[in-house]
């Protein structure tokens, strides 16, 4: 018996790989759009333009500008994520994570991983007057960043970190009100001395507790 052998097959891409890459591509275009032009601005139409796909396409992966909006804004939280909060949990926790936590918001603000700055402080403020899933959502992320903020905060107190009569919660907002005013002042004039300007007010607002407790 005459055999042969079968041609080698070779791997394949599976359409639902290829669809997962574009739907990534399309949101982390739309998250940037969005730092600039509104998440109300980002139409399925006009997402489309801006990317060079079909109207068709986007329909393809987001059935209404909601469903896309609330993508947009996930899509925005994992970079978030891996920009900002990843690189704060992984330092030591109590104080050393409150500067870790600023640190990494002003240098993924200063390298404009958005051109609009940080997404959500961009679209906070402008979705802020509308109820709904996506306020709902943005409000969330923030409240959640806050209380990984207050909870490093709580830690720092713990371990005589900051002064005893530090309230968690206060230094919590004034951090994250820091914050939000760094970024709005360095996209509105483009000035990386307003970023430097931010990290001397969190140091001298983080050592004046760890002065008051004999730390160094």
């Known amino acids: 018996m005459i055999t042969t052998k079968s041609p080698r097959s070779r791997p394949q891409r599976t359409p639902r790989a290829d669809g997962e890459r574009t739907r990534s591509a399309i949101l982390h275009a739309a998250a940037s759009l969005a730092t600039v032009e509104g998440l109300e601005g980002l139409s399925i139409g006009h997402l489309a333009a801006a990317i060079g796909i079909s109207k068709s ?3 393809a992966h987001f059935g209404s500008k909601e469903e896309l ?6 899509e925005a939280e994992r ?3 891996d920009e900002v909060i990843k690189p704060a949990r992984a330092a030591q926790p109590g104080l050393a994570q409150l500067v870790a936590a600023c640190e990494a ?3 993924y603000v200063e390298r404009r991983v958005f051109p609009g700055g940080c997404f959500f402080a961009a679209t906070s403020m402008e979705m802020g007057t509308r109820p709904g899933p996506v306020r709902d959502r943005l409000a969330s992320i923030q409240s959640d960043f806050t209380a990984m903020l207050r909870s490093a905060a709580v830690t720092a107190l713990a371990q005589h970190e900051l002064a005893a009569d530090e309230d968690p919660d206060r230094l919590a907002f004034e951090l994250h009100a820091i914050l939000l005013g760094a970024d709005t002042k360095f996209i509105l004039h483009d000035d990386p001395a307003v970023l430097e ?3 001397r007010v969190v140091h001298d607002r983080l050592t004046r507790n ?3 407790t004999g730390g160094s």
Not at 69 to 74: I, P
């Open 210 to 212: 760890a002065s008051a």
């Open 197 to 199: 300007l931010a990290r």
């Open 79 to 81: 970079i978030l994520a």
């Open 69 to 74: 909006q609330l993508a947009t804004v996930s």
């Open 105 to 107: 918001f002003f240098s």
């Open 57 to 59: 396409g986007l329909y």
